[in-house]
């Protein structure tokens, strides 16, 4: 790919098609406007964009027009080009990117037609973005804003390594709504983290105790934002801890572990014991870090605790979760983990026999 070095923003770059496994990111062509134009009136799609309908034909096509004058991204200007299906050629949706500060940081967006959601093409161009914007423009720092209720798009920027920033309240408007925005960065640094992550299954999992010397490497620990309605970051986890709930007329007894991974802290483990006020443990909390998702820790991790609870003689376990898109259901129904009929702070209790 052909570019000008960054922070030359008297000359863009020239945006050459990004191939991923599935799809070509190309510049608009002008037969792109009638999909546009169709893509943005659908109400769904522009449910949390920045557009308000109806979306007239004239503007599709005059946007698809003025960005076809530019060779590519610009400081201070959005250029946008198309998603493309790589073995039919079909349009499913579009991209943007900004460039700021002379070229030296970025936001990109996208956004595709409801009929091609929910198969990973979102993340797919999401990440191949990122990598575009570091490595062909040279910027410093990406980043992506959306609604805070638009959780399908922030699962988009966490899958390309995103990390959520901040919360702005009431800092955004399309014509006369007003809404909260949330803010995801990505620095060098992060993209570099996440793409050279481990992503194969540890050689070697287990539960450490943890002390002094290794409770603040604990407390970092965290989970991707989307995921903090289903796991409580560590902070909660720690006081919880610290100051246990009474339950059955007495307080919980708390019993946590770092999850080591060959070598390496990547998650947190806390029980609630087995007293006479509370007959059966109770899996309080299980976290894995965002970096170490995806490779089969969180099921090493409930091996081992499941195993320690057969040698304190315990027959079966409780937990209880939350439903919903990302919820961890699926995960403990697959363990053998079946609900009780019981609501618990409109939480699902689940039990498994231990056998």
């Known amino acids: ?50 557009w308000t309908l109806p979306y007239p034909a004239d503007r599709a096509r005059a946007v698809v027009d003025e960005v076809m004058q530019m060779p590519g991204p610009a400081n201070d200007e959005w250029w946008m080009g198309s998603i493309v299906l790589a073995e039919s050629d079909v349009v499913i949706g579009d991209v943007a990117i900004n460039l700021t500060w002379d070229s030296r940081c970025s936001e990109i967006g996208y956004s595709l037609s409801k009929e091609h959601w929910s198969r990973g093409y979102a993340s797919e161009t999401a990440t191949a973005l990122v990598e575009y ?63 050279d992550r481990p992503r194969a299954a540890p050689g070697d999992v287990r539960l450490i105790e943890i002390d002094p010397e290794n409770s603040y490497e604990v407390f970092r620990l965290r989970t991707h934002k989307t995921q903090e309605r289903f796991v409580a970051p560590m902070a909660a986890s720690f006081a919880d801890a610290l100051f246990p709930e009474v339950v ?23 029980l609630a014991l087995t007293t006479e006020h509370h007959p059966e443990p109770y899996l309080w909390r299980l976290l894995i ?34 439903p919903g898109r990302a919820s961890p259901e699926a995960f403990y129904l697959r363990r053998g983990y079946l609900p009780t009929g019981r609501i618990v702070d409109d939480e699902v209790e689940g039990r498994k026999e231990l056998g």
């Open 1 to 50: 790919m052909a570019t000008g070095p960054a922070g030359d923003w008297l000359n863009p770059a020239v945006f050459e098609p990004l191939r991923t496994p599935r799809l070509v990111i190309r510049p608009f062509l002008a037969t792109d406007a009638e999909e546009l134009h169709r893509r943005r009136n659908d109400p769904d799609v522009a449910r949390w964009q920045n």
């Open 133 to 195: 914007v570091f490595e062909n423009v040279g910027v410093t720092r990406v980043q992506g804003t959306l609604h805070p209720e638009n959780t399908a798009s922030a699962v988009v920027l966490e899958r390309a390594g995103f990390v959520f920033e901040g919360h702005t309240r009431l800092s955004y408007w399309v014509a006369d709504d007003n809404s909260d925005d949330w803010i995801y960065g990505l620095t060098r640094e992060d993209w570099l983290a996440w793409r």
């Open 248 to 270: 059955d007329g007495a307080p919980l007894v708390p019993w946590m572990r770092a999850i080591e991974a060959d070598g390496a802290i990547v998650g947190f483990v806390m």
């Open 289 to 322: 870090d965002r970096l170490h998702q995806r490779r089969g820790i969180g099921n090493l991790a409930l091996d081992l605790v499941e195993q320690e609870c057969r040698g304190w003689g315990d027959a079966a376990i409780l937990t209880s979760w939350i």
